[in-house]
């Protein structure tokens, strides 16, 4: 006589376990991961900025000439802008970030709780985990008259140490 029984094995239930507990603990990651992007959302706008800002800067100096084209290099090479990683600060008389009279730590001022700005909830935030690294070289092939700059904003996000890179070419034809 054939017994037919109906339900699972204790090997089949052990391997489904095993399929649902990796599956879960992905999902976990997954959303652990979209969080830690979710909350440094901010100092990525941040830094996206910062870079922008220095690039501009550069473009307008030479655009007004009140940098040489000689001027527009690093200080190692003869020009004003200070090399290596520099802390995010307000540019001087100069109005140029990254040139050696620059001024105090910049600060960003932050929504509150309301997320509507100009509130009294408002935060402060001193960007003091910043750096910003300028960099001007020559294209090769052009006779000086083309240079790229590499601005390279890194800040620390937690234990983690996060770089955003822009670069642009600029040419000594204003």
């Known amino acids: 006589?054939?017994?037919?029984?109906n339900g699972f094995s204790l090997?089949?239930?052990?391997?489904?376990m095993g399929i649902l507990t990796t599956g879960v603990?992905?999902?976990a990651a997954v959303l652990a991961s979209g969080m830690q992007k979710l909350s440094s959302s901010p100092q990525d706008v941040i830094v996206t900025q910062k870079a922008a800002q220095a690039i501009e800067a550069v473009f307008s100096a030479r655009d007004s000439h009140k940098l040489t084209w000689d001027q527009i290099r690093n200080v190692a090479d003869g020009g004003i802008f200070l090399g290596g990683p520099q802390p995010l600060k307000l540019p001087g008389p100069d109005g140029l970030v990254n040139t050696a009279d620059d001024t105090?730590?910049?600060?960003i001022t932050m929504p509150g709780k309301d997320q509507v700005l100009g509130t009294a909830d408002d935060t402060t935030v001193v960007l003091s985990n910043y750096t910003r690294e300028i960099r001007i070289q020559d294209v090769a092939n052009?006779?000086?008259?083309?240079?790229t700059i590499t601005v390279t904003v890194t800040f620390k996000d937690g234990p983690t140490t996060?770089?955003?890179?822009?670069?642009?070419?600029?040419s000594s034809y204003s």
């Open 1 to 5: 006589m054939v017994r037919s029984s």
């Open 11 to 16: 090997a089949e239930t052990v391997i489904a």
């Open 25 to 27: 603990l992905s999902a």
């Open 104 to 107: 105090t730590t910049e600060t």
């Open 142 to 147: 052009e006779s000086g008259q083309l240079r």
């Open 162 to 170: 996060r770089t955003y890179t822009l670069s642009s070419l600029i």
